[in-house]
């Protein structure tokens, strides 16, 4: 695993970040990165970018999305998948920051997980990339390219997180997401991998890959 690391550092280089990384960079609330992570739920990077945006020119704290309202924040986030739906967990999420945080997001990820709309892979993201603090998000980029690799044998990406917290080093744990999620969205791709460009070939194990570029 020093050896991936390492290369993937270099080769993502030239790539974009995940959206929630690329706002982290520049926004590092807590709540920010919390939000962002919720707009991105099934919704690819250059929708929940641009939403992103739009929302945060009118509101970047709990008290602020409340005043914005229910539908006026379906405006600013639309297309973002399911965007009627966020809105409303949007609002929902900052009346309990509000009512049981004093405003402040949690730093815990138990507490983060009490949190409406709240899954376990943005419950890291908000611990790692808002707070800083040791997490392991696995998205679906993470939980196959890491049994493809053949470093883990899981079925769902709870369990690979599970298993990454017992084998892969602490040190990397904040940045293996980003590493995999663009390396998966460039490269190792769902369906049909390009294998032929793939920089770390060479230590994968190609696990469930019938077909490759």
Not at 82 to 102: H, V
Not at 155 to 163: L, N, V
Not at 190 to 201: H, L
Request: proline share 4%.
């Amino acid at each position: 695993m020093d050896k991936i690391v390492e290369i993937l550092r270099e080769a993502v280089t030239a790539m974009r970040v995940p959206i929630v990384t690329e706002i982290s960079q520049h926004r590092r609330s807590p709540f920010e990165v919390l939000i962002a992570t919720v707009l991105s739920l099934r919704t690819k990077d250059e929708v929940t970018r641009s939403a992103s945006k739009r929302l945060f020119e009118k509101a970047t704290t709990p008290h602020d999305l409340i005043m914005l309202g229910e539908s006026q924040i379906a405006e600013l986030i639309f297309p973002v998948g399911f965007y009627k739906t966020k809105a409303k967990t949007l609002i929902s999420l900052s009346k309990i920051i509000i009512e049981d945080y004093q405003g402040e997001v949690p730093d815990d990820l138990d507490e983060l997980l009490k949190l409406k709309g709240v899954g376990r892979k943005t419950a890291n993201l908000v611990m790692t990339l808002g707070y800083g603090k040791l997490g392991i998000c696995v998205d679906t980029h993470v939980h196959r390219i890491s049994n493809r690799l053949g470093y883990v044998e899981t079925k769902t990406p709870d369990q690979t997180e599970m298993a990454l917290r017992e084998k892969l080093p602490t040190k990397y744990w904040i940045e293996y997401n980003d590493l995999l999620v663009t390396w998966g969205q460039n490269i190792c791709k769902p369906i049909s991998p390009f294998c032929s460009k793939c920089a770390i070939s060479g230590y994968c194990h190609r696990v469930s890959v019938t077909k490759s570029r």
